[in-house]
């Protein structure tokens, strides 16, 4: 039940939040596309869907963007999603790496992405990170809830 | 110019996003109430004005929350903004503390607040937060712009 509504949760915000940590210690966030929104995304609902791995998340980013260079330093990040009208937050902790296989990035491409990647899928600054949960705790008005990772 | 946009952001943003560093070194997002919305607390306007402060923020939180642990061992800290139809976002970077004077608490205190802290505004559990920014940047469509602080 609440992992259902945590799954509608992903599959319906327009944005997600990534905390990477800085040089200094310090946790930066900023917005994502939010790649698990089946209305903007519909292509890539089958992707997340492969293997059963609910809450393995694709980002796009570009390769030379400083949340890149944390990664590289620290892996340890945090997404977080939210709907703030319904007091619905859904925070998952774990690892982010940059994906290096071509099949996966050329899935994941947009046909609009050229304006992001003017060299296409092979542009080198297309960069997709792979995130992989370890603990996730969700908000639903004043309950808290944690969900057991299955996959 | 660009100080007005970020200030404009905060005070009409639904929700501030705080995140913490756990005892395991991963970031953890949550949504604060965001006192610096004029709308939904007007009586505090003064406070934030006081000094003229503009990136100094309170937030409310309970004394045995698990961010309040996080911050007594690391006091690093992001505060993030966000209307993601503006592609607005406003990030901050500094050390958090809790409030100890009890005049700033009383301040900050909403009538309602009994509902989340029984025995009001000595309620050992109502907790005030204090953030102190030490670095700032924003993100306006596909800009992004660094504050240069001068309190």
């Known amino acids: 039940m609440e992992k259902t509504k945590a799954i509608e949760l992903m599959e319906t915000c327009e944005a997600a939040y990534l905390t990477t940590i800085d040089e ?3 946790p930066r966030t900023r917005a994502m596309l939010n790649l698990k929104n089946k209305k903007q995304y519909p292509s890539l ?5 492969e293997n059963n791995k609910d809450f393995t998340l694709y980002f796009t980013t570009n390769t030379s963007s ?4 944390h990664i ?20 998952l902790n774990g690892v ?31 960069a997709v990170l792979r995130f992989k949960p370890a603990y996730i705790k969700g908000y639903f008005k004043f309950e808290q809830y944690e969900l057991k990772l299955n996959d």
């Open 72 to 91: 590289e330093k620290n892996p340890k990040v945090c997404i977080y999603y939210c709907k703030q009208n319904e007091w619905h937050g859904l925070m």
């Open 66 to 69: 400083t949340k890149v260079k």
């Open 24 to 26: 200094k210690g310090f």
């Open 96 to 126: 982010i790496e940059l994906v290096k296989d071509n099949e996966i990035k050329k899935k994941i491409w947009q046909k609009n992405w050229d304006m992001y990647y003017p060299g296409g899928v092979n542009d080198a600054d297309y």
């Open 45 to 49: 609902a089958k992707l997340f869907k």
